[in-house]
């Protein structure tokens, strides 16, 4: 063949891969054809690693066998980690993905920098610096989600000013890297500045803003690759990237919106913070329990329920378990849904996540807006392991730090019954005033334990 026509069948095999790119990030953006878009992306991937593996460019294979062992032996275990630990591995997989593109870059500037242009460097610079930062910075939401590090924003005075200096130091020294490409001295400084920069910019970050961080990292290593595509003259890099990068902010501007925070707030407001005394504060006041048996005939008692799974249903491996009640309740002729918020969990998507692995009917899992029209007409909001998310202070209380965020609605409810292990603030450090409610029983333990004896008590005391 000669090389005219493998570099068209090439060409042709990147369209492909492009298409299939494009295809794949509509049919994710619905449940019903998500599983499609999953193939789609994974079939365009194929075919884009085996079109670059037969290009006539490359001379010797052996690295690439080399770097294919290795990664594989990294990235298997990696796909085999529990459902609550997907957003820690999500973190990592940016994490490498945006090394991978530092990595790249680097020997693209240091293999003849003397005959970069000046086009070339900014490209180069740009892509190592925005690679770099969202490397650490993965790094650290990682060991911040799996509670390595500390989960609360860690915070010193005048940090917003040091992180701005840091990553102006940054930008200039590819400023001055433009003008002297021969300046190779500048080069590593300008890796550990933006090494430096993501460590900063994540660390003042809480757990409750999570959700965004993950999204918004996940843009910064799609921008990353599409600037590789450039440095490298890859189409279809430019365009996973791009795709990648863009989908990622579109999703960080709709966690920010359910928040009702601004990109500013969460990156530089250290939201999170545990209040002094919010502890105190709940144990002067008093909740009423209930026990299986009482929360069994109130849910036999009812026509409409509404589920809401938050993280600790994700943290107790509780989906299964949900599913068992989900099915007996329906076999009696109860209508359950489930009203799935925006930010629930640690990571975008996470409840659709467990409760799709859990075969929920996708048409049961009804976004915040439509559940929160039929809130007024629900016998019982049964809550799983939701806190903020469902936390009324929201609405009527102007001094809280979620104060306009939108929520679950779930006070609306005749009856609200509440799974957690214990009164402790979430996420967002706060107190949440549904649980002193007369309507409001607290069902206190493990979601899965809690749940299965409700199912036991649901079947006559006998086990599915």
Known sequence: MSPNAAHIITEFAYLAASILFIFSLKWLSSPETARRGVRAGEIGMVIAILATLAATGIIEYKWILIGLAIGGAVGVPLGFVKTTAVPQRTALSHSFGALAASLIGISEYYANPAHLTKFDV???????????????????????????????????????????????????LGITLMFRPGLTVLFPIMVGVSLLFGVLLVTPIGGADMPTVISLLNSYAGLADALLGFVLGSKVLIIAGALDGSSGFILSVIMCKAMNRSFTNVLFGAFGQVQAGAGAAAEERTVRSATPEDAADILKAASNIVIVPGYGMAVAQAQHKVRELYDILTKQGINV???????????????????????IPYDKLLDMDQVNSDMPQTDVALIIGANDVTNPAARTDSSSPIYGMPIIDVDKARTVMVIKRSLNPGFAGIDNPLYYLDKTLMLFGDAKSFVGEIVRELQGGHQL
């Open 122 to 172: 900014v490209e180069i610079s740009l892509e190592v610096i925005i690679g770099s930062l969202t490397f650490t910075g993965s790094l650290i939401a990682a060991g911040k989600l799996q509670e390595i590090l500390p989960q609360r924003p860690i915070t010193y005075k005048g940090q917003n000013i040091v992180s701005l200096a840091v990553l102006s130091s940054a930008v200039i």
């Open 337 to 359: 849904t489930f009203g799935v918020h925006p930010v629930a969990g640690r990571m975008p998507g996470h409840m659709n996540v467990l409760l799709a692995e859990a075969d």
